[in-house]
């Protein structure tokens, strides 16, 4: 089964979300206000000049002053931004992880939409749309050749507004059209499964406002089932998000010491962040899948388990995304993003342009089943003596249907499982 990136539905906000006081800051930068190049200054005022007597067609001096900002902040470095209206509001529904839409996590394939899972209680589930859809058409606009921003902007609408599908999939040879009605769709950024009796599956999405509660709840359900003898927490293509968020994640899994701390030029983005003693999974061993994509706040996380030798970190070499954005509002609907602080990790790593190394490295691949064929065993010859005890109890076998397709968290459930058999058979001390 081929194996493809999964993008989040949100757009990927490759950065870790912090809020400082914007007073303080401005505050400090009027400081520098006396040092401002007048020559620079002059040059920008004459260039505005010429493009309003000699451009071709008429320009608004509104539209030139916000280009010149959106061109100043995108000089700066990639993650920089000038946010409009639009904008604004789209990285606090991010946040939020609340918005109008249709409550399906999307990833790009081969020019088209795939769909890698509907969410529970969603317009999308209710109509029918399954995991392995491909979306061809967006009511009569073909998907091929939009890119996948653009395929969830059109997915998403105000409340109520329809949108026909089509779908071509797996065991049917025409398309397949389902209206959906859009409605208020949350976002869970946590999900929890069990792959077998003990091991607990977590993925987490993105990083949001609440994802640090979300990840505590799922984590007391599988504990519901019983005992837990191990953990996979999933940080794959996982974007980043919220910074309070990646250190209450990293909380729920140790019980002291340092999580990240953050570096700047202004006093108040110098912050550190220590776990505290409650936690709920403190001694629960735990592998951490990364990958590529996983960036900033999966980093911090990643990071500061490894650091403190909390987990064994399996996958690829992470993004390596080591600075902090402040968003600082410019008025009730604008506000710019701005790289104000750079983090590391409890070691003092800083992961920019680096990323993160796993422990154990293993690459994403097809786990493809070899079929030894039927082998005559005792139990089948006849005349053989019988065990005299009860059948053992199968349940222990073969793994979710999850661990299946995916090789990387079949190999950590695997890696779980040598942790229990070494945990029993070291000798006592």
């Keep these: 089964m081929k194996l493809f990136s999964r993008t989040p539905l949100a757009v990927a906000l490759l950065s870790c979300t912090l809020s400082l006081p914007y007073a303080a800051m401005a505050e400090d930068m009027a400081d520098n206000q006396n040092t401002l190049p007048l020559t620079e200054l002059r040059m920008f005022a004459d260039v505005f000049d010429r493009i309003k007597q000699a451009y071709v067609e008429p320009v608004d001096d509104r539209q030139l002053l916000e280009d010149a900002i959106r061109g100043m902040l995108a000089g700066l470095d990639p993650h920089s931004a000038y946010l409009e209206p639009e904008a604004f509001e789209s990285l606090q529904v991010h946040t939020r992880g609340e918005f109008g839409g249709l409550g399906i ?6 020019g088209f939409i795939r769909v890698i899972a509907p969410i529970d209680d969603t317009p999308a589930q209710r109509a029918g749309v399954r ?64 792959l077998e009796t003990g091991y607990g599956y977590l993925r987490i999405s993105q990083f949001q406002a609440h994802t640090g509660d979300d990840l505590i709840s799922a984590i007391n359900t599988l504990q519901e089932n ?48 220590n776990a505290s003693p409650e936690t709920v999974a403190a001694d629960i061993p735990l592998i951490v899948l990364i990958n590529g994509g996983s960036a900033s706040a999966a980093e911090i996380v990643a990071g500061a388990l490894q650091d403190h030798q909390r987990a064994v970190l399996m996958g690829t070499d992470s993004f390596g995304k080591g600075s902090v954005q402040t968003v600082l509002p410019l008025g009730e609907d604008r506000a710019i993003k701005l790289t104000t602080a750079r983090y ?86």
């Design 105 to 110: 996590e999307v990833g790009l394939e081969d």
């Design 344 to 429: 590391y990790t409890p070691s003092g790593r800083s992961i920019q342009a680096q990323g993160i190394r796993p422990d154990l490295r293993v690459d994403d691949a097809t786990l493809t089943p070899v079929d030894a064929g039927e082998r005559i065993k005792e139990r089948d010859l006849a005349g053989h003596l019988e065990n005299g005890t009860e059948e053992a109890d199968p349940a222990q076998g073969g793994g979710s249907e999850r661990t299946a397709r995916d090789f990387q968290l079949y190999e950590a459930l695997n890696l779980l499982k040598a942790m229990q058999v070494l945990q029993r058979t070291s000798p006592a001390t």
């Design 226 to 273: 019983g005992p837990l003898k191990g953990l996979v927490l999933d940080l794959r293509n996982n974007p980043g998000g919220v910074l309070q968020a990646a250190v209450e994640v990293s909380n729920a899994f140790l019980d002291e010491g340092l999580i990240v701390y953050t570096e700047g030029r202004l006093p108040n983005s110098e912050l550190r962040f």
């Design 131 to 194: 995991a392995g859809d491909l979306i061809i058409k967006l009511d009569d606009t073909p998907v091929q050749g939009l890119d996948l921003n653009e395929a969830v902007d059109m997915m998403r609408g105000a409340v109520g507004t329809p949108i026909r599908l089509t779908i071509m999939r797996d065991g049917r040879d025409q398309p397949l059209e389902l209206e959906i009605l859009r409605d208020v769709i949350k976002v869970h950024s946590v999900r929890h499964e069990l």
